[in-house]
């Protein structure tokens, strides 16, 4: 069965870095576009990023443009997402989620990522 | 961007009654609507894709119906276990964008 594991989260001080993992298993890994989804404390969805199966289209949400790296390793079915600049308003879970035809149709648990001073 | 509106914010039902959830995009997504339930600490889950296709596992009391601006996602007779958050979101012209959901909580 498929299953997402995301790690990485924790807390983080304004203006730091943080490096999400997500490890896929369960299915082809290289098969299929990948994304990051975050859901700020009582709120609701928010697409951060996707990237195709090949690594060769990338797409950031405007309020983490140029401050987000989504990447991708298909040998390791392994998702990243590189966190830079951090600010207080990215404070969220983090879900990773396998998408087909642009429909998340298998998400992880999420991980936790507070920034805070 | 496309922006999604459900509505209402909040719905109180009964078991066994019947739940109808709507979102509205602010312009034509065609069929590309997905709606997803949300329990309390745990992580969305597909019910329905391309507005009306029910996803793996998901039960047939949850229909979706739909095109273009207005869809409608209905659970024909309330179970205890779907009391939840909905969620729809749309798939269009590279954007994804979700609506702000719509809680249906045990009147």
């Known amino acids: 069965q498929v299953q997402l594991v995301e790690s990485g989260g924790g807390l983080v001080k304004p203006g730091g870095s943080l490096r999400l993992s997500c490890a896929a298993s369960?299915?082809?890994?290289?098969?299929?576009?990948m994304s990051w989804i975050r859901q700020a404390p009582g709120r609701g969805l928010e697409l951060v990023s996707y990237?195709?199966?090949?690594?060769?289209?990338?797409n950031y949400a405007d309020s983490v443009k140029g401050r987000f790296t989504i990447s991708r390793d298909n040998a390791k079915n392994s998702l990243y997402l590189e966190m830079n600049s951090l600010r207080a308003e990215d404070t969220a879970v983090y879900y990773c989620?396998?998408?087909?035809?642009?429909?998340?149709?298998?998400w992880g648990q999420g991980t936790l990522v507070t920034v805070s001073a | 961007e496309i922006v999604l509106t459900q509505s209402p914010a909040t719905l109180s039902l009964s078991p066994g009654e019947r739940a109808t959830l709507s979102c509205r995009a602010s312009q034509s997504v065609s069929s590309y609507l997905a709606w997803y339930q949300q329990k309390p600490g745990q992580a969305p889950r597909l019910l329905i894709y391309d507005a009306s296709n029910r996803a793996t596992g998901i039960p047939v009391r949850f229909s979706g119906s739909g095109s273009g601006t207005d869809f409608t996602l209905t659970i024909s007779s309330l179970e205890p276990e779907d009391f939840a958050v909905y969620y729809c979101q749309q798939r269009s012209k590279w954007s994804i964008t979700f609506g702000q959901g719509t809680r249906l909580e045990i009147k």
């Open positions: 990237i195709s199966s090949g690594s060769s289209y990338t």
């Open positions: 369960g299915f082809t890994f290289s098969d299929y576009y």
């Open positions: 989620a396998k998408m087909r035809e642009g429909v998340a149709d298998y």
